[in-house]
């Protein structure tokens, strides 16, 4: 059964900064591709950095320059680093794992951003 947990968030002033984590068990985090999102509540989720099973990143434009994605593969984690953050980025923010058409998703971790 594979399962995700996430971590890290809390409450922080603007321009601070947060580390985000998300475990994998059940599975090799290293054949999945992994995204993280941030859900406002009533808004929709959105899509914020990929680190893909190949190497690759992407982020939204929202977050670059300001977030880092990396990943773990021996500790079968995903991060997600962020910085100078802003009141905008207060979000449930959630991991995802895919592979072969089969996603999972952890239960969230709560950023607030004070302004």
């Known amino acids: 059964q594979v399962q995700l947990v996430e971590s890290g968030g809390g409450l922080v002033p603007t321009g601070g900064s947060l580390r985000l984590s998300c475990i994998l068990s059940g599975s090799n985090i290293g054949i999945h591709h992994v995204g993280w999102y941030r859900q406002v509540t009533g808004q929709q989720r959105e899509l914020v950095a990929t680190t893909f099973s190949t190497g690759g990143t992407n982020y939204a434009d929202s977050v670059r320059g300001r977030c880092t994605v990396s990943r773990d593969n021996v500790k079968n984690a995903v991060y997600l680093q962020m910085n100078s953050l802003k009141p905008e980025d207060t979000a449930v923010y959630f991991c995802?794992?895919?592979?072969?058409?089969?996603?999972?998703w952890g239960q969230g971790t709560q950023v607030t951003v004070s302004s």
């Open positions: 995802k794992a895919s592979r072969s058409g089969l996603d999972y």
